[in-house]
């Protein structure tokens, strides 16, 4: 996904203002005709304000932390209490390879531009934003499962977000697409581009699996 760090850039453009004032230039570089004392006053001022940033951030990402004393490893070990009754779903071996014409009569186009040319969905446009039911999410390419509900936590950013994986459902790679490296996820059957992962997630993990709705299957319990 192209596109999953919005809140946390809002955050970043909001610390920058209010570091360089309301007129954009660095307060830090002050009035030539300002005393030491009040440049050292407002240095003071704009260190707690960092502060009570990075505090409300971080009682953020709490307040999203999974209720309930299960951990991560029992989520990840129990996924499959979290199937329907009866599914029959493949595992990540062996591998799915079909060619650029098979996956385009076998996905939507939407589907096909996300999965398979690493495109990025509108944020707030996927309905499984909301979704709430007790399942498991799988790959749209290939029916893999990747996330049980239990893993999903609402990030803010518009995009499904997962604080963890079912175990092995996923190999990543470093892209470079907007100059800064990222860690990118794609599919471990299909290849299919999900998402990318990042550290601003809930506890214990801290982990932010950013995924394109339009990827994922919801399969209810």
Not at 19 to 48: C, K, S, W, Y
Not at 102 to 111: I, V
Not at 136 to 141: D, L
Request: aromatic share 8%.
């Amino acid at each position: 996904m192209a596109l999953p760090w919005a809140a946390e850039s809002r955050e970043r453009v909001i610390a920058g203002r209010v570091a360089a004032g309301p007129d954009g230039v660095a307060m830090a570089r002050g009035n030539h005709t300002e005393t030491g004392a009040i440049g050292m006053q407002r240095r003071h001022f704009l260190a707690a304000v960092a502060a009570s940033l990075v505090a409300a951030r971080s009682a953020a990402a709490q307040d999203t932390r999974p209720a309930g004393s299960r951990t991560i490893a029992d989520m990840r070990r129990d996924w499959r209490n979290f199937l329907p009754a009866g599914a029959a779903v493949p595992s990540s071996s062996p591998p799915l390879r079909l060619s650029r014409d098979e996956w385009k009569t076998r996905l939507t186009p939407a589907q096909f531009h996300i999965l398979r040319e690493e495109g990025t969905e509108p944020a707030g446009s996927s309905p499984l934003n909301d979704e709430k039911r007790r399942g498991v999410f799988a790959c749209a390419g290939c029916g893999l499962p990747l996330f049980t509900s239990e893993m999903k936590y609402e990030s803010g950013t518009g995009w499904p977000s997962f604080f963890t994986t079912i175990p092995g459902a996923f190999a990543t790679k470093t892209d470079y697409k907007i100059l800064y490296p990222r860690t990118e996820y794609h599919c471990a059957r299909c290849g299919g581009h999900h998402g990318h992962v990042f550290d601003d997630g809930p506890p214990p993990t801290r982990e932010r699996w950013c995924n394109n709705g339009v990827a994922l299957t919801f399969l209810p319990a």
